[in-house]
Nanobody
Framework: QVQLVESGGGSVESGGSQRLSCAASGYTYRYNCMGWFRQAPGKEREGVALIYTGDGSTYYADSVNGRFTISQDNAKNTVYLQMNSLKPEDTGMYYC???????????????????WGKGTLVTISS
């Protein structure tokens, strides 16, 4: 059974930094598309960043490009999201997601993702 477990959420002041982690189990970690989506209060869920664990290729939403960095630790089957220069509009529930084994990323399309974590809440205060 595939499990994606997020951690690292919490409250931080505007301009601060935070790192989210997503640990994958029951899943062939290599050569897969994994990443992060978020849902702000009252808004639809949107793609934030994806990484193809095969070659480290990354994809970012325009709103976070240059501030957020997605990375992987193959030894730990874990994907990270380093978030810097945080803004109040970054507030939301952050979800880790992954495509089925062997599928690359095709952009920030949540309909492509087959597995989802339960989410971790990130709150940015102004």
């Amino acid at each position: 059974q595939v499990q994606l477990v997020e951690s690292g959420g919490g409250s931080v002041e505007s301009g601060g930094s935070q790192r989210l982690s997503c640990a994958a189990s029951g899943y062939t970690y290599r050569y897969n598309c994994m990443g992060w989506f978020r849902q702000a209060p009252g808004k639809e869920r949107e793609g934030v960043a994806l990484i193809y664990t095969g070659d480290g290729s990354t994809y970012y939403a325009d709103s976070v490009n240059g501030r957020f960095t997605i990375s992987q630790d193959n030894a730990k089957n874990t994907v990270y999201l380093q978030m810097n220069s945080l803004k109040p509009e970054d507030t939301g529930m952050y979800y880790c997601a992954a495509r089925k084994n062997g599928y690359a990323c095709r952009g920030l399309a949540q309909n492509d993702m087959d597995y989802w974590g339960k989410g971790t809440l990130v709150t940015i205060s102004s």
